[in-house]
């Protein structure tokens, strides 16, 4: 078992932002890819961005420019910083590792709640 503890969430207004961390409590995963993932109501979950443990990242297209990943190796913590956020970033979000490129561990905690109302 692997716990992935997700926070950060709340309401905000369209263009507000929000910051989302994700506390590996089992520290396990510093040397793997770690993502922040979506899920928005009556779609299917995806990655919206994930970053190497040397600092590489990669983001949806979506939300690039806007969302910035980051990670704290000494603190076992991978931040999400959420800018000019739109309606369609309603989502619960998820963290995870990427056990191999690509493929998040088969284990999901509960998540952070974002919701962007107009």
């Known amino acids: 078992q692997v716990q992935l503890v997700e926070s950060g969430g709340g309401l905000v207004q369209p263009g507000g932002s929000l910051r989302l961390s994700c506390v590996d409590s089992?520290?396990?995963?510093?040397?793997?890819?770690m993502g922040w993932y979506r899920q928005a109501p009556g779609k299917q979950r995806e990655l919206v961005a994930s970053?190497?443990?040397?600092?590489?990242?990669n983001y949806e297209y979506s939300v690039k420019g806007r969302f910035t990943i980051s990670r704290d190796n000494a603190k076992t913590t991978v931040y999400l910083q959420m800018n000019s956020l739109r309606p369609e970033d309603t989502a619960v979000y998820y963290c995870?590792?990427?056990?191999?490129?690509?493929?998040?561990?088969?284990?999901w905690g509960q998540g952070t709640r974002v919701t962007v109302f107009s």
């Open positions: 995870n590792a990427e056990i191999v490129p690509g493929q998040p561990f088969d284990s």
């Open positions: 089992g520290r396990i995963f510093g040397g793997l890819v």
């Open positions: 970053i190497s443990s040397t600092g590489s990242t």
